[in-house]
């Protein structure tokens, strides 16, 4: 069964700093991988997606994330955050037979930027 | 270009009732799926319709049920609800050309 974790449920950084959110998947098969951003009473924003090829994918908003399949990671960084990115992250995995339909998703990682 | 359209927004209902909502999936999409994200939690995948059927159904019990109509919008039907049901139910809709769901802002549900 695949299964996603996101071991920082909290992270506070100061604006302008440089953010990474962890995300570990379990899977048996080529993953299909997904950021996606909420913010309060907000549905679901698509931040960056990995099917295949290289492994680092720039994603909107100043996002990008990096594949490692040996560490079975894809970590979400941002060189400098403002304050608007304060906001719940979540990372999903796809299965390839019905990928985008089927999402499993981590428990998110609430992100508070300090001014 | 609206996107993906829920209703109601927000409801209150009471232990044992029954609760219908419903999604617009984005123009051009034809497959609609939903899930359910408790207060604090990821969300968690019910199921997804296509072609007016049910094609694949998270674990989730029976009281779950849900149908497509053929302008592909889509409703989530909870029946005998519980306390636990209380939560943030979300549509998502897909569509060519790429394999990525377009979330809508959710229906927010609270059992008392």
């Known amino acids: 069964a695949q299964s996603v974790t996101q071991p920082d449920i909290h992270i506070t950084v100061s604006e302008g700093a440089s953010l990474e959110l962890r995300c570990n998947y379990s899977?048996?098969?080529?993953?299909?991988l997904f950021w996606y951003v909420q913010s309060p009473g907000q549905g679901l924003q698509l931040l960056l997606k990995?099917?295949?090829?290289?492994?680092l994918v720039q994603g909107i908003k100043g996002f990008e994330a990096e594949f490692k399949r040996s560490q079975s990671s894809f970590n979400l960084r941002k060189p400098s955050v403002h304050w608007s990115d304060a906001a719940e992250y979540f990372c999903?995995?796809?299965?390839?037979?019905?990928?985008?339909?089927?999402?499993?998703f981590g428990g998110g990682t609430r992100v508070l930027v300090k001014p | 270009d609206a996107g993906v359209t829920q209703s109601p927004t927000h409801l209150i209902k009471t232990r044992g009732q029954q609760v219908t909502l419903r999604c617009s999936p984005k123009?051009?999409?034809?497959?609609v799926s939903w899930y359910q994200q408790a207060l604090g939690q990821g969300p968690q995948f019910i199921f997804q319709?296509?072609?007016?059927?049910?094609?694949q159904r998270g674990n989730f019990p029976d009281r779950f049920s849900g149908h497509q109509f053929p302008n592909y919008s889509s409703e989530l039907n909870v029946n005998a609800l519980l306390l636990g049901d209380s939560a943030l139910y979300l549509c998502?809709?897909?569509?060519?050309?790429?394999?990525?769901?377009?979330f809508g802002a959710g229906s927010r549900l609270t059992v008392l």
């Open positions: 998502a809709s897909r569509g060519p050309p790429a394999n990525v769901l377009t």
């Open positions: 899977y048996g098969a080529t993953p299909y």
């Open positions: 990995y099917f295949s090829g290289d492994t």
């Open positions: 999903a995995v796809g299965t390839l037979k019905a990928a985008g339909n089927k999402l499993t």
């Open positions: 123009s051009g999409h034809d497959t």
């Open positions: 319709y296509y072609e007016e059927e049910e094609r």
